[in-house]
């Protein structure tokens, strides 16, 4: 199987930065994606990393380093709507290239 | 401007009756995924389809559970002689196809089992 690791929770102030990391190890590794997801609402994409680096959009942030399998998600001033669960998805080449393999997801808290 | 819609958002069935969940992708996606989340547990893969065929099913049980995606309408999940087990949020993904594109997911169907 994937073995996908992020941090069960975090918190943080608003205004704060907080980096939610994320630990893969796959064989085929394709690409990363990170996710938030409210609670009892659908997940929504935030980010994708192919290539080593960092992807900038916003108050968000991901880096990946596909040599370490390892990414982090960075989000800056935050906001008390932040606070959700972020999810850390690995995509593999190949005959599954099509589904994501998901961490269990951090849950993250931000306090005004 | 549509995203992926699911219905019902809620379904109880009571233990041995049929559950069918149904998914309509964003406009212009042919792609549709499967997930199933439980508590405190991440999103788990069930199954892959694309216009009348199954792409990869190899994370949906072998029994009970069928899913179809026809010609015309929704992709259908469907959960026959319902378990307690199988209570959980089921999410339907969708996307245009290419591996750099995200899937893009709807609220999901919160099945209980009675």
């Known amino acids: 199987g994937q073995n996908i690791d992020q941090p069960t929770e975090m918190t943080a102030t608003e205004g704060a930065i907080v980096q939610i990391n994320c630990t893969y190890q796959t064989s085929g590794f394709n690409g990363l994606f990170w996710y938030q997801q409210h609670a009892g609402e659908a997940p929504t994409f935030l980010s994708y990393?192919?290539?080593?680096g960092l992807e900038e959009k916003g108050r968000f942030s991901s880096f990946l380093s596909r040599s370490k399998g390892y990414s982090y998600l960075l989000l800056k001033e935050l906001q008390m709507k932040d606070s959700a669960s972020y999810l850390c998805a690995v995509q593999r080449r190949g005959s599954t290239l099509g589904r994501l393999y998901f961490g269990r997801g951090t849950q993250l808290t931000v306090w005004p | 401007n549509a995203g992926v819609m699911q219905n019902p958002r809620h379904l109880v069935r009571r233990r041995g009756q049929e559950a069918r969940l149904r998914c309509s992708p964003m406009?212009?996606?042919?792609?549709v995924y499967w997930y199933r989340q439980l508590p405190e547990e991440g999103l788990k893969f069930m199954v892959y389809?694309?216009?009348?065929?199954?792409?990869?099913e190899s994370g949906m049980p072998k029994e009970r559970f069928s899913a179809e995606f026809p010609k015309e309408g929704p992709s259908i999940l469907r959960i026959q002689q319902v378990v307690r087990g199988d209570s959980a949020a089921y999410f339907c993904?969708?996307?245009?196809?290419?591996?750099?594109?995200?899937?893009?997911f709807g609220d999901g169907t919160r099945l209980s089992i009675l």
């Open positions: 406009k212009g996606h042919s792609h």
């Open positions: 993904a969708s996307s245009p196809g290419e591996s750099n594109q995200p899937q893009h």
């Open positions: 389809l694309q216009k009348e065929n199954i792409i990869d």
């Open positions: 990393n192919v290539l080593d």
